[in-house]
């Protein structure tokens, strides 16, 4: 979840840098370091600030350092607080300089081993063990690719790697396992960083490293091995991502202007695959067009927001395919033992298609017997899509901001296509189908009807400046949006939000309100409806004050305990995907107005590519 760079070049790469730690700062922003190369002194100077990037640039003001090669590193806080000390990269002897993303597992009985023969730890980390132990595997080994091997095969967890020696000056190391690294190619330099964002400035030609790889980078060259050191090829991409992609423009955060991205999110999503009254029948590509039509269960998997799509897409699929559908967090899946069936698909969600717990899921089931696997993904080149059998992208592009929003619902909408691509192998008519088409047409209309209601909804939020506690509530296909409405509200505004199916309600969370809990729900026009209202009765009956988004088309009387706001009318299948955008916007301005770090919530980060 930490952010990796690295560069070597003819000139002075400590800018490079730099630029690319602040494209990485939504990965990990807890402490930023540099470690360069200084060929005139010939040694490695570090500079290391608790905090974000901003607070490395002032030391690197106050006290410049030049290099041609160099790597640099900011942090998440896994083992050992936020601090100095323990900021990457981290050193042995200053000879050796490391930054390290992932989680060393053995890193206890490492250190314990190491501390015996005699080197001394700065830090509570994990990574400081590779550095001394790629410092002692050197002293042992015919060159430093070797020490690296050596290192590595002692090494049990999840881990991206970035190395420089004093003995090998025009060299950087990088390892792969586990945690994403790509190598960016320019022309007489190379780069290298755990994410292409990272390198736009700098270079648009990529090579992304698969498992196990370890590559060798001078200026003008580079080699890849395998695990055992086998010189091996991969493919080079150029992207066709920009650099200015991560500009906020005329907004105030990131998260606002992708929250404003979502009808585009959509249009790009669905664009190539729909005609006027179907979907294409290989959309999903030739070999799901002919998997599908067996296909007799599904079974998702993913986390956080990404989970709560696959909540949605649960009620879509068994009331569009008719077909059973489950849906697990990654986390628990993973470990539990489980039965699968035959014909089952294995559909996984991720935004980065790096989670780490998702990965692992998918690479368990791939062993499990299901009978296809498929990635519902942002990144084209990511770990996720490259290894699933189908591979359908979301086409949402950049997303900066920690707090998922145009990619939720570019998942949702992928979600939306391959229940009819399902449906369409189980019996679909073609009337339903124009009909979930024609709805799909119309969508990204009604979102930027939505995002009209930006003006309530700032309003709205002023309400909750005081509030420590909120509830959601939803019923139906609802109930995932009140799950992810709570989970926005407590990412950006550290407010505690718990949601519930409101039927649950007087199981237990009544208890909770009174005057000063606000209650949000959400009201679609659908078979539900009464049913909603009754639960909101009984809120208002206890004192709750009642937040709610309520479709236009239907009529319900408003006291001085309701607030509410008319949504556009739409098909009421697409009510989870409308239904989502009034309450990022409100969890926005509610961080905004309490001052929070929107686009960078405490504690978290964008990428979980740890455990």
């Known amino acids: 979840m930490c952010g990796i760079v690295g560069a070597i070049a003819q000139r002075n790469i400590v800018d490079i840098l730099i630029e690319g730690l602040k494209r990485l700062e939504y990965r990990g922003y807890d402490s930023a370091g540099i470690a360069v190369f200084d060929k005139d002194k010939q040694q490695i100077h570090r500079v290391r600030a608790l905090g974000k990037v901003d607070k490395l640039t002032e030391l690197l003001e106050e006290t410049p350092i030049e290099g041609q090669l160099g790597i640099a590193h900011t942090r998440w806080a896994t083992h050992g607080e936020p601090s100095t000390h323990n900021a990457h990269p981290h050193a042995s002897h200053d000879a050796i300089a490391i930054a390290h993303n992932g989680i060393i597992e053995n890193y206890k009985v490492l250190k314990k081993s190491l501390q015996k023969a005699g080197y001394f730890f ?20 015919q060159n430093f690719l070797q020490a690296i091997k050596a290192t590595v095969d002692s090494l049990e967890g999840a881990y991206a790697l970035a190395i420089i020696t004093h003995s090998e000056p025009d060299k950087i190391y990088c390892v792969r396992s586990g945690s994403p690294l790509v190598i960016g190619l320019g022309i007489g330099e190379n780069f290298l960083a755990s994410d292409i964002q990272a390198l736009l400035p700098v270079t648009q030609m990529f090579i992304y490293l698969s498992e196990g790889d370890i590559a060798e980078i001078t200026r003008k060259d580079y080699r890849i ?28 955060h990131f998260m606002q202007k992708e929250i404003f991205q979502q009808a585009q999110a959509v249009t790009e999503t669905i664009n190539g695959y729909l005609t006027d009254t179907t979907l294409l029948d290989d959309a999903f590509g030739l070999k799901a067009k002919a998997l599908f039509s067996t296909i007799k269960r599904v079974v998702i998997v993913a986390c ?30 993973r470990y539990r033992q489980y039965v699968v069936e035959p014909h089952t698909l294995f559909v996984s969600i991720s935004q980065s298609g790096e989670t780490a717990d998702t990965l692992a899921a998918l690479r368990r089931a791939k062993k499990e017997g299901f009978a296809a696997t498929l990635a519902i993904c942002n990144v084209p080149q990511s770990s ?7 591979v359908f992208l979301t086409r949402a592009g950049v997303e900066v901001g920690v707090a998922a929003t145009k990619t939720y619902v570019a998942q949702l ?3 939306f296509l391959l229940a009819i691509a399902l449906a369409k192998h189980n019996g679909l008519s073609a009337d339903l189908e124009a009909d979930y088409v024609a709805a799909l047409h119309k969508l990204p209309k009604n979102i930027n009807r939505v995002l009209q209601l930006d003006e309530q909804i700032h309003l709205l939020a002023k309400l909750f400046v005081e509030a420590e506690n909120a509830l959601f509530i939803g019923r139906g296909d609802l109930y995932p949006t009140a799950l992810e409405g709570a989970l926005k509200l407590k990412e950006i505004s550290y407010i505690h939000a718990e949601a519930y199916p409101a039927g649950e309600l007087k199981h237990g969370p009544l208890a909770l309100v009174d005057d000063e809990m606000p209650v949000i729900v959400s009201i679609a026009n659908n078979a539900l409806f009464e ?19 309520v479709d236009e088309n239907l009529t319900w009387h408003k006291d001085n305990s309701s607030y509410l706001i008319s949504m556009p009318s739409a098909d009421p299948l697409l009510a989870p995907i409308l239904h989502t955008i009034p309450l990022q ?15 960078q919530p405490r504690n978290l980060a964008k990428s979980v590519t740890v455990e």
């Open 304 to 333: 956080g927001t990404s989970y709560h799509a696959g909540l949605v897409a649960r009620n879509w699929i068994e009331s569009m395919a008719k077909l059973p559908c489950q849906v697990e967090i990654a986390s628990e899946n």
């Open 413 to 415: 909408t992928s979600m």
């Open 384 to 390: 996720l899509s490259r290894e699933s059998d189908i």
């Open 531 to 549: 049913k909603v209202i009754s639960n909101v009765e009984e809120v208002k009956a206890r004192g709750g004050i009642v937040f709610a988004f």
């Open 122 to 141: 700065s830090s509570e980390t994990d990574s400081e063990v590779i550095a001394h132990l790629l410092h002692q595997k050197q002293q042992t080994h």
């Open 585 to 599: 916007l409100l969890s926005y301005y509610i961080a905004v107005i309490k001052g929070t770090d929107v686009d």
């Open 225 to 252: 091995f395998d695990s055992e050191l086998n010189i091996v090829k991969r493919d080079v991409h150029e992207t066709s991502v920009k650099a200015d992609s991560i500009s906020k423009g005329e907004y105030r």
